[in-house]
DNA sequence: CCTTTTTTCGTAAACGTTTTAAATTTTGAT
DNA sequence: ATCAAAATTTAAAACGTTTACGAAAAAAGG
């Protein structure tokens, strides 16, 4: 029962091609006639459908954003950087939550490319939906988040994760620390091996020994570091300093240390990478190589709506990360 | 030059109707035509476009959530509950931030209506986008989540927010305490003022008194909590336990009172309510009344789905919080 | 083999817009 | 008053589906 554009052209007694110019502010118009049919519009309740629009039109002014889980303290940032670009340029965004599965993210595809959205923001899990992407049975643009991804014309918006670690390691170095181990989480993501790559050359320009303990499988979770850090008392192989892949994992090293009578950071330094907002308080007080991640959603969202207004060809943006000194690290 | 129906049809060498039939098990199809036109479909790369049938079905399968600020920790799960049911249900849904903004609450709410989303779940910052929507201006179901809106045949799903404030203040009498203050946050909200109500009540049958501080104006941000409790050591009244209204606020209230030499919990008890995250924390370890926050959001999508369906008339869900005993209330 | 019922399929309209091309009106100058 | 040019409007097609209705074909019953 909603009004149409037919409804008001009945009224205002002309055709649909004017009810749609007039409210439209297409120049081609009677400026008067225009006002009188806006005027009509109001009064009778219009509401313009964005649907049938987007159907001749053929553009949905929808984005989609697609990461593992909005529920990682990582995301929620990113998701509101990305929202509030598009929705300052008339673009409505999707939510989509993988649950870091390839398979539903490959789902998540096809449903996104049926409703035909704009483009999409991804932050990838795996390997094989880059290569679903780039391959190009989907035909809309894409902006990767998180992870490099070097194929052909892609785009994507990362930090440098390479000088993320390095940053990270220096520091610890700079505080006196010889002995200083990575513990990191995912073995494929281009950011983790970036970030490895950073640590052992700054160890290396300093002539120390890496020592990388990654943990098999991929897990966001506390307990990957908790994990870890238990096998190194267990070795009596613990270090005096430990750069932690992310946050998250920081924590986990935390709390296995002090719970094995480590002082934190008398006894052992940790310093993390992202800046994860829990990093913050005062109890936690993580220092950290922190990740503009409101700036990470806005930017892809930025490029995006370039590629799709076809004003822009690929762009790969790389962010600076920057140290946040905190109490988590002590001199040696 | 996406393939179309009208493509198949001439492929197959049939009509529309057919490939539509088809494409979608009608039951009025001959299995075999329905399995070579799958099968030419398929070799044609065909993807349906949802924005056409939308447009003729008159439903978008599409549903918005409508919250204050995703970066606030308690929305993410709510969010991922939303989603989940809705992504099971064959719904996308829409991420809108209001940013704690009444205006930018209505102007979503009119997008939402040119969208044509099917329902839209709200968690309000202003009662007046609920007179907006009650009004029924908009034409769309609603779902209101996280306060109460008790006006003609609206739909919420809430924690019962009396019980949580009772059951926090409950708490803290068994363990002794005959001091206890409350300190809040928003003044408008039905939460805010049952979790109060809750408090009184408790305190009253014990024939205790209460002592209520709420914070100016709206805000989630820890500095609340904190500022609450300076004023309060300023007048020498701090009392020697205190509920706080959320969890966040109850954080900033623990930094305040470790800040000027309190020891939590041995000088004062603190609990909070809602459960976020970082408050499980070991070295936060903040006791408190929690919220199925997951469950909220995928319980609202439950109704709102159901509500779109046609299948049920309003209705009114109120959740069960319950006690997570931690480390921030001692004995007195 | 004819009639009736049931299956299956095709025609055409509908969903609510935008847009092209053509028609009409207005304007301005002679 | 006349005519060309400019401004404004209209008619109709298009976007890619679904669906009501009727037609044809197939199956069933006698």
């Known amino acids: 029962m909603a009004v149409t554009i037919k409804d008001i052209a009945k009224v205002a007694g002309v055709s649909y091609a004017t009810v749609s110019r007039a409210l439209n502010d ?62 300052e340029n008339g673009y409505c965004v999707f939510l989509c939550n993988t649950n870091w599965d390839e398979e539903n993210e490959q789902k998540y595809l096809t449903i996104l490319k049926e409703r035909r959205v ?105 307990e990957s570091g908790y994990g870890t850090f238990l096998k190194m008392v267990k070795n009596r192989k613990v270090p005096t300093a430990i750069v932690a892949e992310n946050d998250i994992i920081a924590l986990g090293i935390m709390e296995a240390a002090e719970k094995h009578g480590y002082d934190v950071p008398k006894d052992i330094s940790i310093i993390g990478i992202d800046d994860i907002e829990f990093g913050s308080l005062p109890k936690i007080n993580l220092t950290t190589v922190a990740q503009p991640k409101f700036d990470i959603g806005r930017k892809s969202a930025d490029i995006l709506l370039d590629l799709i207004s076809g004003s ?21």
Do not use: W
């Not at 290569?131 to 490099?148: A, E, F, Q």
């Not at 014309?153 to 000088?163: E, G, L, Q």
């Open 26 to 87: 297409h120049p081609e118009i009677n400026v008067i006639t225009k006002e009188k049919i806006k005027e009509i519009a109001q009064q009778m309740g219009y509401t313009p459908n964005a649907v049938a629009r987007g159907l001749v039109k053929k553009n949905t002014e929808m984005i989609a954003l697609l990461i593992p889980d909005i529920t990682n303290p990582f995301y929620p940032e990113v998701a509101r950087g990305v929202e509030d670009y598009a929705r």
């Open 118 to 222: 704009d483009g999409i923001i991804i932050a990838p899990v795996s390997t094989d939906t880059i290569d679903y992407v780039s391959d190009s049975k989907l035909d809309i643009p894409v902006v990767y988040i998180g992870s490099r991804v070097d194929c052909n014309k892609s785009n994507y918006v990362v930090i440098d994760d390479f000088k993320a670690g390095y940053m990270a390691t220096e520091y610890l170095m700079k505080l006196g620390h010889s002995n200083i181990a990575f513990i990191g989480g995912h073995d494929k993501s281009t950011s983790h091996i970036d970030r490895i790559n950073g640590y052992k050359q700054a160890l290396k320009e300093n002539r120390l020994e890496a020592d990388i303990n990654s943990i098999k499988g991929y897990s966001f979770k506390k």
């Open 312 to 332: 822009a060809d690929s762009k790969q943006i790389i962010l600076e990360p920057f140290l946040i000194v905190r109490g988590t690290c002590g001199k040696y």
